[in-house]
C-alpha cells in the first residue's frame, strides 16, 4: 500500500517517483569555502532538481538553513511552532543530530514509503521535542584521519571554517518506530 503524500511533499523534485527530501544535495554544483563578516563559511552552489541528487549528503546551505529556520529537512517548509519537531534515531545516545527536524507526517510518509527507512523502522526510534539547541560544526584543522572538528554553539565568535549544522533536542522523547508509526497512523494531526 502506498501511503498518501503529504502535498507539501509532491511538490518536491523526483527522483523517478520518489521526491527528493530538501536538504539533499544535488550533482549540479560544488562546495567552496567564502569569507564573510562573521569568519570563513563553507557553501554550496548546486541547484534542487538539477542533476543526480545525492541522497544521504546534506546540502550545507539547506542544512544550515533548515537547522536555523527550523524548516523540514524533508519538505522544507517551517515546523509550526506549536509542532512537535521530530527525527528518525537508530542511537537514542546521539548527543549532535546532523538532520534538520521534520513534521511528524512527513517523517511517517518517509518511514513508510522509503525503502532504506521502512527495511531499520524496526530497530529505530522517533524522537519528538518541541524545541532544540543549534551548534555551528566548524573544520578547524587536519589530522592523519582528515578533517578536525569542533562544535560550537551558533553565533559564537569565529575559529575555522563554519561547515553543517548540528542540532540537540531539548527535553526529548523517544518512541520505537514501529510503535510510532502505529499511533500516528491512528491520531494525525
Ligand atoms: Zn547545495
Ligand atoms: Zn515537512
Not at 503524500?5 to 517517483?17: D, E, I, K, T, V
Not at 539533499?24 to 543526480?52: F, I, M, N, Y
Not at 527536524?101 to 521502512?118: D, G, N, T, V
Request: aromatic share 8%; net charge positive; charged share 20%.
Amino acid at each position: 500500500m502506498t501511503p498518501p503524500m503529504p502535498p507539501q511533499l509532491a511538490r518536491l523534485p523526483r527522483s523517478g517517483s520518489v521526491p527528493v527530501p530538501w536538504t539533499v544535495q544535488w550533482s549540479s554544483g560544488t562546495e567552496h569555502v567564502v569569507q564573510r563578516d562573521s569568519g570563513p563559511v563553507l557553501v554550496c552552489t548546486c541547484k534542487a532538481g538539477k542533476g543526480r541528487p545525492y541522497f544521504g549528503t546534506p546540502c550545507v546551505n539547506h542544512q544550515r538553513r533548515a537547522m536555523q529556520e527550523r524548516r523540514c529537512t524533508i519538505c522544507g517548509t517551517h515546523v509550526g511552532s506549536e509542532q512537535a519537531c521530530t527525527w528518525p534515531l537508530a542511537d537514542t545516545g546521539t548527543r549532535y543530530y546532523f538532520e534538520a527536524p521534520a513534521h511528524s507526517e512527513c517523517l511517517a510518509f518517509a518511514l513508510r514509503s522509503c525503502p532504506k527507512l521502512a527495511s531499520i523502522a524496526h530497530r529505530s526510534y522517533v524522537v519528538e521535542a518541541r524545541d532544540y539547541t543549534v551548534w555551528e560544526r566548524r573544520a578547524i584543522g587536519t589530522s592523519p584521519e582528515g578533517l578536525v572538528f569542533e562544535m560550537t554553539p551558533l553565533g559564537e565568535p569565529p575559529s575555522g571554517v563554519v561547515e553543517l549544522f548540528a542540532l540537540t533536542p531539548i527535553d526529548p522523547q523517544f518512541t520505537p518506530a514501529t510503535q510510532w508509526l502505529a499511533d500516528h497512523a491512528r491520531a494525525p494531526h
